[in-house]
């Protein structure tokens, strides 16, 4: 179970990152083609990441609970 939880922590902080990236690179395409000035608040950038953990965590609990109660050769057969 904890195997699942790594994994979908992981997967949801490097989706987390992705996304803030993304976002810094919309606000500078949007600014340069509005001529303005845009900025990105590092606290609701934080906020944003938790939230992306969060989800990853609470939607990687099910999959991973459910695995974790199956033999090893029926998980795999199961989820492949």
Do not use: H
């Amino acid at each position: 179970m904890v195997q699942f939880l790594i994994e979908a922590m992981t997967l949801s902080i490097l989706g987390g990152v992705l996304g803030i990236f993304q976002g810094l690179a919309g606000i500078e395409i949007v600014a340069v083609v509005m001529n303005s000035t845009l900025t990105m608040s590092v606290p609701i950038a934080l906020m944003a990441l938790a939230f992306s953990i969060a989800i990853g965590v609470i939607f990687g609990m099910y999959p991973a609970s459910k695995a974790s109660r199956l033999r090893p050769i029926d998980a795999l057969l199961y989820f492949a």
